[in-house]
């Protein structure tokens, strides 16, 4: 092996472990495009045909591949923390008085103050559907059954 393949071979590697540190579909490419690049030296390819070959590879993939695989690997983030309340059910533990500015709701085993989405007054015991968070209250909505 030439050391100029000995070169692309080391840069491949170096792609690839920054790649695996990251994941951010970046320097793969790069691998990728080196690895061109050294099997071109191993045929004996001049420096500049081996350096076309590491860019022209490392931009057609990025520019080609990467919006592909993107998009495949994007995920629906996941709600956390309180946001994980909206769209469940809760029940009033707590007169919900929107004039009084009181009202308490029991979802997932704690206690949160509740406001009303209508600021109409929901009667203890009342199953109601959390809409939004405002600060720290949730915003209720009653279940019609």
């Known amino acids: 092996m030439t050391s100029a393949g000995i070169f692309w071979i080391i840069a ?5 472990v920054i790649e695996a540190a990251t994941v951010a579909l970046v320097t793969v ?3 990728v495009g080196a690895l061109a690049a050294a099997i071109a030296a191993q045929f004996g390819a001049s420096i500049l045909f081996q350096v076309g070959t590491f860019v022209v590879v490392s931009a057609i993939l990025l520019c080609v591949t990467r919006p592909v695989f993107k998009k495949i690997s994007v995920k629906k983030p996941q709600r956390t ?3 994980r309340f909206i769209g469940e059910e ?4 707590k007169k919900i ?4 500015n009181d009202g308490q709701v029991k979802i997932a085993g704690q206690v949160w103050s509740a406001v009303s989405e209508d600021k109409s007054p929901l ?5 109601v559907k959390v809409i939004a968070i405002r600060g720290v209250k949730l915003v ?4 019609n059954s």
């Not at 491949?12 to 690839?16: K, M, P, S, Y």
């Not at 009667?123 to 199953?127: K, N, Q």
């Open 12 to 16: 491949a590697v170096l792609f690839a």
């Open 29 to 31: 490419w790069f691998a």
């Open 81 to 83: 923390n309180a946001d």
């Open 90 to 93: 809760a029940m009033v533990i």
């Open 97 to 100: 008085d929107d004039i009084n």
């Open 123 to 127: 009667e203890e015991g009342t199953i």
């Open 140 to 143: 209720v909505e009653p279940i």
